[in-house]
């Protein structure tokens, strides 16, 4: 039983739950990708994955972050085919107009005076070390690594 399969059988509630997307978000987006599809092989070539398959996928990916090596793992699918899916399908879905985003400040026109954004820079934080009452954690022993054998000295 394949991942798609597995979501097709469960209630609205946990659908909406592991993929990220309500049951008729998931239709219009399979209905593009089928277009999509058809387009690509309407002369013939090799099938692939199903989109259904393709799709779930995708928003597995976008909705866990987990690593293709993992999905691979749990799908039994190559890791640089789960890739091909996946920006396969963000391609497909962000060349369609029904999931186009359009610009933000269009979007967001009216409530645009009240969105603001805070950057926090967290890449150069100082690391905290113990600076007082180091002596009485520190056992004062050496591990053989730190040793310096009499022949390393000459």
Same mark, same amino acid.
């Given at each position: 039983?394949?991942?798609?399969?597995?979501?097709?059988?469960?209630?609205?509630?946990?659908?909406? %739950?592991?993929?990220?997307?309500?049951?008729?978000?998931?239709?219009?987006?399979?209905?593009?990708?089928?277009?999509?599809?058809? $387009?690509?092989?309407?002369?013939?070539?090799?099938?692939?994955?199903?989109?259904?398959? /393709?799709?779930?996928?995708?928003?597995?990916?976008? /909705?866990?972050?987990?690593?293709?090596?993992?999905?691979?793992?749990?799908?039994?699918?190559? &890791?640089?085919?789960?890739?091909?899916?996946?920006?396969?399908? $963000?391609?497909?879905?962000?060349?369609?107009?029904?999931?186009?985003?359009?610009?933000? &400040?269009? /979007?967001?026109?009216?409530?645009?005076?009240?969105?603001?954004? %805070?950057?926090?820079?967290?890449?150069?934080?100082?690391?905290?070390?113990?600076?007082?009452?180091?002596?009485?954690?520190?056992?004062?022993?050496?591990?053989?690594?730190? &040793?310096?054998?009499? /022949?390393? &000295?000459?």
């Amino acid at each position: 039983m394949n991942a798609y399969e597995k979501i097709e059988k469960i209630d609205e509630k946990e659908f909406k %739950l592991i993929t990220g997307v309500t049951g008729e978000v998931f239709s219009a987006m399979l209905e593009v990708l089928k277009k999509k599809y058809k $387009e690509e092989h309407k002369q013939g070539g090799a099938p692939g994955q199903e989109v259904e398959m /393709r799709l779930t996928l995708a928003l597995e990916y976008w /909705r866990e972050y987990r690593t293709f090596r993992h999905m691979a793992n749990d799908h039994q699918i190559g &890791k640089s085919t789960i890739n091909e899916m996946v920006v396969w399908v $963000e391609e497909a879905l962000s060349e369609s107009e029904e999931f186009k985003l359009k610009d933000i &400040k269009e /979007r967001f026109k009216e409530e645009a005076a009240k969105i603001s954004v %805070l950057v926090v820079d967290v890449e150069e934080q100082p690391i905290e070390r113990p600076v007082e009452n180091q002596e009485e954690s520190y056992s004062g022993k050496k591990t053989a690594h730190d &040793k310096v054998s009499d /022949r390393d &000295k000459r």
